[in-house]
């Protein structure tokens, strides 16, 4: 489906160059930041936004987080308050993402946000990342360079092991020095909302801000991505269910089969866009059911391998697979 040659660019004026005409062109480019490694996109281009989930086999209702090289670019895309000025003063470039309302007339393309009327900003510290941003001229769109669920790469080789083939080039930045992604901080309602933990600290984030909301049971609903973290439930799981026993519980898709314990269905229709979007709630719910009840385990009906039932069969088996160290 993908099957191109993905270029190794060194992160000089030459390999800059090429990675900037390349994302201008509409093609994917991943890059180094301080974070870990971003799947870029001309944030502009809503066919190069769309490739990027389709390389990633993401849902498109995960959106995605727009970079910049300073904070007035990243103002100019969104409507700034008095609180997300002062941490752009103090924070930025550094890993900290910011969701505000979306500007009206902003050219940044609705599928970024996946038709959210926010959007997530971010300037990164990256040298190399600010230096690519600047030289491509346009708001690049980018979540972490690994197939969705997996974990977030910080070497060029990581984004070669998991992008290889799918996308244009590989921009060399080194090893990612933050090593987990930006924190995710909300700032559409009356307090700042934490929604995703990440390099810049609480702590750091309040001296500038105040108090921040922090979960609350709504942070996971708020960041659709969050969903969509490297989920695996703490009960085994059996995949390929044609029947079970009354210690297990089902996990459905269509007709459930008979004599489970506790029971989520994925998908009664059959739908696979449906069953995608309620597989890593299906799981935890059945995953908290097993535990209370002393359940053996979770049996997974058979989902079709095509559309977003790839994606859905490489979870279950990323999430069936033996565990290392216990
Ligand atoms: O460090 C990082 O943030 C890395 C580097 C490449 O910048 N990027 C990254 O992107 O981790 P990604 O797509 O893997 O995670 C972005 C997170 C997701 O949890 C997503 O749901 C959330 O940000 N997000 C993006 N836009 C949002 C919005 N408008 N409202 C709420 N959450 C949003
Ligand atoms: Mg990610």
Redesign the pocket.
């Given at each position: 489906m993908w099957l191109r040659m993905t270029e190794l660019l060194t992160a000089d004026r030459a390999g800059l160059r090429q990675a900037a005409a390349l994302l201008r062109a509409g093609e994917l480019v991943a890059f180094g930041?301080?974070?870990?490694?971003?799947?870029g996109a001309d944030a502009t281009n809503a066919r190069a936004v769309a490739a990027i989930f389709d390389a990633k086999q993401?849902p498109r209702f995960?959106?995605?987080?727009c970079?910049y090289a300073d904070a007035a670019a990243a103002f100019a895309d969104v409507l700034p308050n008095p609180v997300a000025e002062l941490l752009g003063e103090r924070l930025w470039p550094g890993?900290l993402?910011l969701?505000l309302p979306r500007r009206p007339g902003s050219r940044v393309a609705l599928l970024t946000?996946?038709g959210?009327d926010?959007?997530?900003v971010?300037v990164?510290s990256h040298p190399v990342a600010r230096a690519l941003i600047a030289e491509t001229g346009r708001p690049i769109a980018?979540?972490?360079?690994?197939r969705s669920g997996r974990v977030?790469p910080t070497t060029a080789q990581d984004v070669v092991d998991e992008l290889g083939g799918r996308i244009a080039a590989v921009l060399d930045c080194g090893v990612c020095t933050?090593g987990?992604?930006?924190t995710?901080l909300?700032l559409t309602g009356e307090r700042p909302s934490l929604?995703?933990p990440?390099?810049a600290t609480l702590d750091t984030i309040q001296a500038v801000a105040g108090p921040v909301l922090c979960g609350g049971g709504s942070g996971e609903v708020?960041?659709?991505?969050?969903?969509?973290?490297h989920y695996a439930p703490l009960v085994p799981l059996r995949l390929n269910a044609q029947e079970v026993s009354p210690d297990e519980a089902l996990l459905a898709f269509g007709t459930p089969v008979q004599g489970a314990a506790a029971l989520f269905n994925l998908s009664a229709r059959r739908d696979l866009t449906e069953a995608a979007a309620r597989l890593f709630s299906g799981l935890r719910h059945l995953d908290a059911a097993a535990q209370a009840r002393g359940l053996a385990r979770i049996a997974a009906m058979p989902v079709p391998e095509t559309g977003l039932g790839m994606a859905i069969n490489d979870r279950l088996r990323r999430a069936a697979a033996p565990r290392e160290g216990g």
């Open positions: 930041t301080e974070t870990v490694y971003g799947l993401r995960n959106p995605l987080i970079h890993p993402t969701v946000g996946a959210l926010t959007l997530a971010r990164p980018a979540p972490s360079a690994n977030s933050v987990v992604e930006s995710v909300d929604l995703r990440g390099g708020r960041s659709p991505g969050m969903l969509m973290s």
